[in-house]
């Protein structure tokens, strides 16, 4: 006959009684708290108390009566829950629970020392934050709530959000009774997250299902502007595995958010929160600082180890204090509850007109009509099987979101109202896009790809598409290494379930290209730089110092796919743009001359040392040292390009010494691309100096053919299968071998032609590094013919080289 329990009476066996939230903060209080988890101190009404308000009010039976017309189609949703929210508003709390409440309160004053305190009452149904079904936003809560009569009026106000039109739709699409469930209200502190800032974390990637990564959204004011989608939050991402290493700092994303509005409490006695524009300086400033971030993702990462799964978890910080706090934590619901071993792979046949961009969420493509909505009182406008386009997304949306081919919102961030609900119905969604719903037009036919990495797009017109799905559950253990090419970060995670041992070319040009955007020798001498120029990379580096930019994004990058497969190695190859490539970057064109041929020009190992790009250079290795030594990434092997002769190899790797990359230091290796003919026909020497060799067939064929492989008319001539390039190939792996070091190949060749993976096989080749797409196919070509081999010749014959470079292991 309980009515009020306090948080540090109860624990997670208690949802019966207290609902999936509160029995959450229960058992965080109860088991982390003294981990220096910090939850905010209150109490929470009992589902039985709910009950006896039920019964003490006579409701139960004329509220089965309005479910029951809503079930047989008497009445509309929107009249049900209506009906059913005035009964309760209606009722009244027994003098018993009346007192159990306001003593509550009064004791938490005591504690907070505070006469009235302000507090948040938050709903916490009894089948909410289960394993399967998230409920999250379906109930009310109410913040900066003052006062006895307030709470009362709060509490009651509580009770009837269980009947509003989007929770009574939730509960029908997850199968639950309405009668079935109870309602329990917890009362909190309140944390003035108004005066600094709040979000939301999950402990893995919320579109891919990474599990490796925290993943924190962050806003100025009160959490809801990030929940509703109000906003399009700062995100970071750490990498969970080095946040308990000693020192680490593995902060591998650090996007900042418009944030152009923040919630902050009501100075108008009638209202309790408010909305107002963000200020400037706080729109271009980061809500956390690093010290805090890294706080937080440790917190997570150790919610996450009590619960044993993934959690989804609502944080703020105090702005009088300056102290951070966990709000509440659910079980995540949709990647938790997916099958494992296989994923589905989306590609786009053909590219049209790009419309608009925004947060991808989830990895699918859609084709529809759009159906425009701007306001909830239209959704019965929406037609099945279009493309929802609206401003921003909350729970009254839910029925006719599960309809929707796919969503397009105006705002919003990667956690939502409109993510985290398109996430569990499985609809494809680009969101934040700024300005859908005055880009497209009703009934305009639009393709919706959320399969390019963390950037969906919306293309004009209905695009062709295949869906695929990889299973990766049954694959073959091979003896040669398998790994992948990467080149883009922000699509690195969504190939997290290949078994793949590691990423055998990381392309550090793609970052600068399509992440930093500046010319290397740019952030390092912007001085040098014409007035446009100049104005583009300040802006880039939001008022900082461009090289510091430069490096920051860089560091995250590399970062971001060195964390892939951790703790396989990421070999990181340094930028190896042409001249022509450099020149197009920002301010490109006041550090670059014009080449007649830039495939044979400077690029590569000849820049690293030279005085024209020394200091870009320098840039480059800065950034290196941060992922390895302050990051904690010490499976990065840095990889040279285009390395002419062992003179020009010392001379890189002196540069690289002198920039505090010293092979052989803290367990530092730096690989030779082996890519020119005389990489293999001076390979000794080669060897001599570096750690390992990666084939790149591509240069290897144009050289020695003598065909450029940019050249449409030589096209048929250019064929990486060629007899005297694969004579070359065997050649550098029996020369790699007999020094010692280990040679794999990072060309595209065994990712184009089938026939390739079991040449490489043959001639001994320790390491494939595949496109991703092409992994598993490649994979069972390597198994198979690792397997003739084996069949051929069952034990190593040590008067036969040839066999025994065939058996070579890759561990």
Not at 249 to 260: F, V
Not at 550 to 561: E, H, K, N, P, Q
Request: glycine letters at 10%.
């Amino acid at each position: 006959m309980q009515d009020v329990i306090w948080f540090n009476e109860i624990g997670i066996g208690d949802v019966a009684r207290v609902g999936g939230k509160n029995a959450s903060l229960g058992e965080m209080t109860r088991a982390l708290t003294n981990k220096g988890i910090r939850v905010p101190g209150g109490f929470a009404t009992t589902a039985g108390a709910y009950r006896r308000f039920i019964e003490l009010n006579r409701l139960e039976q004329p509220m089965q009566g309005i479910l029951t017309r809503l079930k047989d189609g008497e009445i509309a949703l929107r009249e049900a829950g209506r009906s059913i929210r005035s009964l309760i508003l209606g009722g009244t709390f027994s003098p018993a629970m009346t007192r159990s409440l306001e003593s509550a309160y009064d004791r938490l004053a005591a504690e907070l020392g505070v006469d009235e305190p302000a507090v948040a009452v938050r709903s916490s149904a009894t089948a909410e934050d289960l394993g399967d079904a998230s409920f999250a936003g379906q109930q009310e809560t109410f913040l900066n709530v003052r006062g006895k009569p307030a709470l009362l009026d709060a509490c009651r106000r509580c009770y009837a959000s269980l009947f509003t039109d989007r929770a009574i739709s939730y509960r029908e699409l997850k199968g639950f009774g309405h009668l079935d469930v109870s309602l329990s209200v917890g009362v909190q502190h309140m944390v003035r997250a108004d005066l600094a800032g709040s979000g939301v974390m999950f402990t893995l990637d919320t579109e891919t299902g990474f599990p490796n990564v925290v993943v924190i959204s962050a806003a100025w004011g009160l959490g809801e502007t990030v929940v509703q989608g109000l906003v399009d939050p700062d995100r970071y991402v750490l990498f969970k595995p080095l946040l308990g290493e000693g020192g680490c700092s593995p902060l591998i994303e650090k996007s900042l958010g418009a944030k152009a509005k923040r919630m902050i409490l009501a100075r108008h006695p009638d209202e309790r929160t408010q909305v107002v524009p963000t200020a400037i300086r706080q729109r271009k400033a980061n809500v956390l600082n690093d010290a805090e971030i890294l706080e937080l993702g440790r917190w997570g990462v150790l919610i996450e180890a009590h619960y044993g799964r993934p959690m989804d978890i609502e944080w703020a910080k105090d702005g009088e204090t300056g102290l951070l706090y966990i709000l509440q934590a659910r079980p995540e619901t949709v990647h938790s509850s997916r099958k494992p071993g296989s994923f589905e792979l989306y590609r786009l046949k053909s590219k049209g007109p790009v419309l608009l961009r925004g947060t991808a969420i989830g990895t699918a493509i859609a084709v529809g009509e759009t159906c425009v909505i701007r306001s909830p009182k239209d959704i019965h406008k929406f037609r099945d099987g279009a493309v929802l386009v609206t401003d921003v997304t909350n729970p009254d949306w839910v029925p006719i979101m599960k309809r929707a081919a796919g969503i397009v919102t105006d705002h919003g961030g990667s956690t939502s109202h409109a993510a985290i609900v398109s996430r569990e119905l499985g609809v494809p969604a680009v969101i934040g896009t700024s300005d859908a719903t005055s880009v497209l037009r009703e009934g305009q036919p639009i393709t919706l790809s959320c399969a390019e990495g963390e950037k969906g797009t919306v293309y004009d017109g209905k695009l062709a598409f295949t869906r695929e799905t990889i299973e990766t559950g049954d694959l073959p253990e091979t003896r040669t290494a398998l790994m992948v090419n990467l080149a883009d970060p922000a699509a690195a995670f969504r190939w997290w379930p290949l078994p793949a041992r590691g990423v055998g070319l990381a392309r550090m040009e793609f970052i600068i290209s399509s992440g930093i955007k500046m010319h290397p020798m740019a952030a390092a001498h912007p001085e040098r730089l014409d007035p446009k120029a100049a104005r583009q990379v300040r802006r880039l580096a939001n008022g900082g110092d461009p090289a510091d930019y430069f490096v920051d994004t860089l560091s995250m990058g590399i970062a971001r796919l060195a964390a892939l497969y951790h703790p396989h190695p990421a070999i990181v190859r340094l930028s190896d743009f042409k001249t022509n490539e450099y020149a197009s970057l920002i301010g490109g064109h006041c550090f670059e001359t014009v080449e007649e041929n830039p495939m044979l020009g400077f690029r590569g190992a000849s820049r690293y040392y030279s005085e024209r790009y020394c200091d870009g250079f320098a840039l480059e290795c800065r950034a290196l040292k941060r992922v390895r030594e302050e990051m904690g990434f010490t499976n990065v092997i840095v990889m040279v390009p285009f390395c002419r002769t062992p003179a020009e190899a010392d001379k890189v790797l002196a540069a690289m010494a002198g920039n505090g990359l010293r092979r052989g230091e803290a367990r530092l290796q730096i690989y030779m691309m082996c890519e020119i003919p005389s990489n293999v026909i001076l390979a000794d020497a080669f060897a001599a100096r570096f750690d390992g060799f990666s084939i790149g067939s591509n240069d290897l064929t144009q050289l020695i053919l003598g065909v450029d492989r940019d050249a449409a008319e030589l096209a048929s001539l250019f064929d990486e299968r060629d007899e005297a390039v694969k004579r070359l190939i065997e050649q550098a792996i029996e020369t790699a071998h007999r020094s010692g070091i280990k040679v794999g190949i990072c060309g595209q060749a065994p990712s184009d032609h089938p026939e390739y993976a079991p040449f490489l096989v043959g001639a001994g080749i320790d390491s494939m590094s595949l496109n991703p797409d092409s992994f598993v196919k490649t994979l069972g070509l390597v198994a198979r013919a690792e397997a003739a081999i084996r069949e051929e010749t069952p034990t190593v014959d040590s008067a036969s080289p040839a066999k025994e470079k065939r058996l070579l292991s890759v561990e």
